[in-house]
């Protein structure tokens, strides 16, 4: 059975969850910005949902 996404914040947080090694690395590390899919996706729904995210 498949998760049913009902909102923009069920989907950021199901991205983020599904991802999250990779999110924490790089949000620990403190170096420059990734643009890796990952990073691009989540900052591109949160820009249209009206989300600010520290960058």
Same mark, same amino acid.
């Given at each position: 059975? *498949?998760? *049913? $996404?009902?909102?923009?914040?069920?989907?950021i947080?199901? $991205?983020y969850?599904?991802?999250y090694s990779?999110? /924490? +690395?790089? /949000?620990?590390?403190?170096g420059?910005?990734?643009?890796? %899919? $990952? %990073?691009?996706?989540?900052? *591109?729904?949160? +820009?249209?949902?009206g989300i /600010?995210?520290? /960058?």
């Amino acid at each position: 059975m *498949t998760q *049913t $996404i009902n909102t923009i914040d069920d989907l950021i947080n199901e $991205i983020y969850e599904s991802n999250y090694s990779h999110l /924490e +690395f790089e /949000e620990n590390m403190g170096g420059e910005a990734c643009d890796c %899919h $990952i %990073h691009t996706t989540l900052n *591109t729904i949160a +820009f249209y949902a009206g989300i /600010e995210v520290g /960058e």
